[in-house]
């Protein structure tokens, strides 16, 4: 047989990593730098991009095992006002969560007003109006702007807050209601303007937004207790 041929799998293996250790322990530091990421970079993307599907997989699976207690949308945060991540994290820290129950809060959406039709803002539209009409969501924090699209268009049914939120609540935030009609369309509050809350009065953006950021109630939200306890963290 002509070259490797006539060696096993095994034996190729061994041989290939002698060649290479042989070559790496005749360059520099730098060399070896260079020569790894020329012919080994594709190797080493093709590893990167198996450990991250397999971390999604992983934690897809993991979520859908697990019981939602709350789940919110923030959209069009030009300004991270309202960092899911860091939203979570707080707010899951007062919590007594069972290891079978997890919350859901996504900020990577955004709703175009302009009429550009991207991909990314039509599967953002896409989402909020899937969650809303499987009864999934809880509640969406976006821009004051989306809010009005939102109503003057009736593509989304809100709650009345009225129904929701409890007397000494309701009192607390009665500045911050926003009028509108329910899914019934009746007079209602529909929404909340968050000027107030803690996260956008420690922006350092607070005095420069160009509009409110506001959260409503979709109708069929599951939760409404659980926002009820989310919006008493809001304004603590």
Known sequence: MIGDYDLSLKERLRKWRRTEAEKLSRMTFRKKIEYIFAYYKWAFVGILVLALFGWYVGDAVST????????????????????????????AAGL????????????????????????????????????MAARELDFVVTTRSVLDYYMDGGSVPMLDLNAVLPEDLLTKLSDCLIAGTDSDGSP?????????????????????????????????????????????????
């Open 64 to 91: 859908a095992q697990k019981e939602v207690v709350l789940e919110g949308f923030f959209t069009n945060d030009d300004y991270n006002v309202f960092p899911a991540d860091t939203v979570k994290k707080e707010y």
């Open 96 to 131: 007594a969560l069972k290891k079978n129950q997890t919350l859901i809060l996504d900020d990577t959406l955004y709703i175009s007003l302009e009429g550009d039709a991207t991909e990314y803002t039509a599967a953002s539209k896409g989402k909020v109006i899937a969650y």
């Open 188 to 236: 209602a509050y529909v929404a909340l303007d968050l000027s107030g809350c803690r996260y956008v009065q420690a922006s350092a953006y607070k005095d420069e937004l160009p509009e409110p950021y506001v959260l409503f109630l979709p109708y069929g939200a599951p939760h409404t207790e659980q926002v009820v306890d989310f919006l008493r963290f809001l304004y603590s």
